[in-house]
């Protein structure tokens, strides 16, 4: 089992006193936590892709370059790359260039996106939303894994043996495919014998056992070796040294965001008894003290036989020491004793 962060890197007021971090601060912080993540020894670092002002990453490779000359060991990728509204050539070559900065750690996790505003900022038509994905993610599975393309489609013009340039360190990036929760993305995933990363932000885990169930199934049925699948369950949480602390530090710059994108979405503003109980034993929040995040990532591995996951700690703008302590507590405490319960439940 791998362990590690996502982070969408937001840049939200401080619910408490209305203060709002410059965007130069932010991006310090975070590379701070990068650094801190690595030291403790997680697996993998990931940053989101958004064009809106509450996120301020839009090219998760530029950032993740900087944090490949920062760090040693830890895996760095996106979570996820918009790919449909951007250009799989171009991709391509930005995370080649991070694997070589950083001595074969980049990865892709690809995906359609949640937010829409990079559609039209990059002359997408949303009515494409699905077949641009789809045709996007050919290629760029293409280009990973060949050096000259010839290719032909409906929304990029065609390649005609070319060559794309720099080539990664490793000999194939790994490029896994970001789900929501559509049968269809992952079918598409297995399909490819792609690692799928699932998101659970909402609702209760147990209900998204039939997408990890179909994924297996169908990623054996397209005659892709199971001993080479890969599962990342990706969820929203929070560690501090005891649960009371950890329940009251992260509700209200959790609520604050759910509730501004609930605003944009039609849902109802987050209140204190949905967030207890989504952070209940069966919720989707591992939010607590570092025995309660060991027990539901056990209990999570024991549903879907996940291979990796990766906490998105800073859904709000928590204070950094804050998400500095979750980060240590994640690599020093949580990760050890998930690996070793895990570990030993299949005898290795």
Same mark, same amino acid.
Do not use: C
């Given at each position: 089992?791998e362990?590690?962060?996502t ?5 939200t007021?401080?619910?408490t006193?209305?203060?709002l971090l410059?965007?130069?601060q932010?991006?310090?912080?975070l ?6 993540a690595?030291q403790?020894g997680?697996d993998?670092?990931a940053i989101? *892709? ?8 839009s090219? +998760?490779?530029? !950032?993740?370059? %900087? $944090?490949?000359?920062?760090?040693k060991?830890i ?14 050539v171009?991709v391509f070559?930005d995370?080649a ?5 950083s001595?074969g750690?980049a990865?892709?996790i690809?995906?359609?996106g ?21 045709e996007?993610l050919?290629l760029?599975?293409q ?6 393309i010839?290719?032909k ?5 065609s390649?005609?043996?070319?060559g794309?340039?720099p080539?990664?360190h490793?000999? *194939?990036?790994?490029?896994?495919v970001?789900v929501g929760?559509? +049968?269809?993305? !992952?079918?598409r %995933? $297995? ?9 659970i932000i ?18 054996a049925?397209?005659?892709?070796d199971p001993?080479r699948?890969?599962l ?7 560690i501090a ?8 530090e992260?509700y209200g ?17 987050m ?6 109980f989504?952070r ?19 209990w999570?591995?024991?549903?879907f036989?996940?291979t990796?996951?990766?906490?998105h700690i800073?859904v709000?703008?928590?204070?950094h020491a804050?998400v ?12 050890p004793?998930?690996k070793?319960?895990?570990e ?5």
């Amino acid at each position: 089992m791998e362990l590690g962060i996502t982070t969408f890197v937001e840049n939200t007021p401080d619910p408490t006193t209305g203060t709002l971090l410059s965007p130069h601060q932010r991006m310090m912080n975070l590379m701070e936590e990068v650094e801190l993540a690595d030291q403790v020894g997680l697996d993998v670092f990931a940053i989101g *892709e958004h064009h809106r002002p509450d996120f301020i990453v839009s090219s +998760p490779a530029v !950032v993740l370059a %900087a $944090a490949a000359v920062k760090t040693k060991q830890i895996r760095l990728s996106s979570a996820v790359t918009v790919l449909s509204s951007d250009d799989p050539v171009r991709v391509f070559q930005d995370f080649a260039h991070v694997d070589l900065l950083s001595g074969g750690r980049a990865e892709i996790i690809a995906g359609r996106g949640s937010f829409i505003e990079s559609f039209p900022l990059f002359g997408n038509n949303l009515n494409d939303y699905n077949e641009l994905f789809s045709e996007k993610l050919d290629l760029l599975v293409q280009l990973n894994k060949k050096e000259k393309i010839t290719w032909k489609g409906r929304f990029r013009p065609s390649i005609d043996n070319r060559g794309v340039y720099p080539r990664p360190h490793q000999p *194939e990036l790994p490029i896994w495919v970001g789900v929501g929760g559509t +049968p269809e993305s !992952v079918v598409r %995933a $297995a399909n490819y014998g792609l690692p799928m990363a699932l998101a659970i932000i909402g609702g209760m885990p147990e209900r998204f056992v039939p997408f990890t169930r179909l994924y297996k199934d169908t990623y054996a049925k397209a005659g892709h070796d199971p001993a080479r699948l890969q599962l990342g369950i990706n969820s929203h949480g929070y560690i501090a040294d005891d649960s009371q602390r950890a329940a009251d530090e992260f509700y209200g710059p959790y609520a604050y965001v759910m509730s501004q994108i609930g605003r944009e979405r039609g849902w109802s503003p987050m209140n204190r008894a949905q967030y207890e109980f989504m952070r209940s034993a069966e919720g989707s929040l591992l939010v607590g003290s570092p025995q309660q995040v060991i027990d539901k990532i056990l209990w999570e591995h024991e549903l879907f036989g996940n291979t990796r996951f990766l906490l998105h700690i800073s859904v709000g703008t928590l204070p950094h020491a804050n998400v500095m302590r979750a980060i240590e507590l994640l690599g020093t405490v949580v990760a050890p004793a998930v690996k070793k319960a895990v570990e030993s439940s299949v005898g290795v």
